[in-house]
């Protein structure tokens, strides 16, 4: 009995170590933009970022999980000190809202755009007791009540289908999603991806009048994020135009790209600029009407 009990201490003081490294929160590193503005750039890669609104706190975005979005809801208590009333989704994708829970369960408010609406109200229902607290926006919301300014837009689909951004028009800060990335490649194989309504999004915001971007990925970057990541985007897009028009099937994407006239420098035909060609065919083939055939006449019948 001794030797089991003796046994078993010894397996529990080998495993105990291991069962707390297991309950550290995810790391979560922050960073202050400006005044009452905060970015944070999140273990499993997606930044969040937040900012004061009078006595309150906006959110943008929250992480991937709900360990992430606990660490994160610290986080946002330990800079800004006041409760959190709005959370803003940028778009549906899971490492953007998954964190959702912990700012549900304490009550603020979430928004999105209508069409991120059915992805997002699940994980808005599953963390609400009242299965309430969602806002579909159209094209624009605005926030009143506070010497600060915001305003939240939707300009057409792009890196999805219900792509918004944030506005801070007096601090010159612009919370961009992943419309526009801090040095990292945009990402252009979601299903609702549309290539061409990136760039017109990313044209529009150049009209902006802006200093620092707060992107869904990487660092914070100036306004010369946006022309880096219209001229990746653009670029991609041209290549897929080509391959359309050439026929080029899947499986030799690679090897035209290699030939002198592709337009692309040979070190520059990374795997992620394969997958993204790859996305932007798979989302203008799926554009593409399927012709109706034209039902055949039937035969005259011979008079007399």
């Given at each position: 009995m001794r030797s089991c009990v003796r046994?078993?201490?010894?397996?529990?003081?080998?495993?105990?170590?291991?069962?707390?490294?297991?309950?550290?929160?995810?790391?979560?590193?922050?960073?202050?933009?400006g005044d009452g503005v905060w970015m944070a750039q999140t273990e499993k890669g997606?930044?969040?970022?937040?900012?004061?609104?009078?006595?309150?706190?906006?959110?943008?975005?929250?992480?991937?999980?709900?360990?992430?979005?606990?660490?994160?809801?610290?986080?946002v208590q330990e800079t800004a000190g006041k409760p959190v009333r709005f959370v803003v989704i940028t778009h549906a994708h899971g490492d953007h809202a998954g964190g959702l829970a912990p700012f549900v369960?304490?009550?603020?408010?979430?928004?999105?755009?209508?069409?991120?609406?059915?992805?997002v109200?699940?994980?808005?229902?599953?963390?609400?007791?009242t299965k309430s607290g969602l806002l579909a926006m159209s094209d624009r919301l605005a926030f009143f009540g506070s010497p600060r300014r915001a305003a939240i837009y939707f300009l057409g689909p792009a890196h999805s289908s219900g792509d918004?951004?944030?506005?801070?028009?007096?601090d010159k800060i612009l919370f961009s999603g992943d419309l526009a990335l801090g040095g990292k490649a945009p990402y252009m194989q979601s299903?609702?991806?549309?290539?061409?309504?990136?760039?017109?999004?990313?044209?529009?915001?150049?009209?902006?009048?802006?200093?620092?971007?707060?992107?869904?990925?990487?660092?914070?970057?100036?306004?010369?994020?946006?022309?880096?990541?219209?001229?990746?985007?653009?670029?991609?897009?041209?290549?897929?135009?080509?391959?359309?028009?050439?026929?080029?099937?899947?499986?030799?994407?690679?090897?035209?790209?290699?030939?002198?006239?592709?337009?692309?420098e040979p070190a520059d035909i990374t795997p992620d600029v394969i997958a993204?060609?790859?996305?932007?065919?798979?989302?203008?083939?799926?554009?593409?009407?399927?012709p109706v055939a034209t039902p055949a006449r039937p035969p005259e019948k011979k008079k007399g």
């Open positions: 046994g078993l201490a010894a397996i529990l003081a080998w495993s105990l170590p291991f069962a707390g490294l297991a309950q550290t929160p995810p790391a979560v590193s922050v960073q202050k933009v997606s930044n969040a970022g937040w900012f004061l609104l009078g006595e309150a706190v906006v959110v943008v975005d929250t992480g991937s999980d709900a360990a992430t979005g606990k660490a994160l809801q610290d986080k369960a304490a009550g603020a408010q979430v928004i999105c755009q209508e069409n991120a609406a059915a992805a109200a699940p994980l808005v229902g599953n963390a609400s007791a918004v951004f944030i506005y801070l028009p007096d299903p609702d991806v549309d290539p061409k309504g990136w760039e017109s999004v990313l044209n529009r915001l150049a009209q902006l009048d802006l200093d620092k971007i707060i992107p869904g990925h990487g660092s914070v970057s100036e306004r010369k994020s946006l022309a880096d990541t219209y001229g990746y985007v653009k670029k991609i897009n041209e290549l897929a135009q080509m391959l359309l028009k050439e026929n080029i099937g899947e499986d030799f994407i690679e090897a035209r790209l290699r030939r002198p006239n592709s337009g692309i993204n060609i790859r996305g932007v065919l798979r989302a203008e083939r799926a554009r593409k009407p399927t």
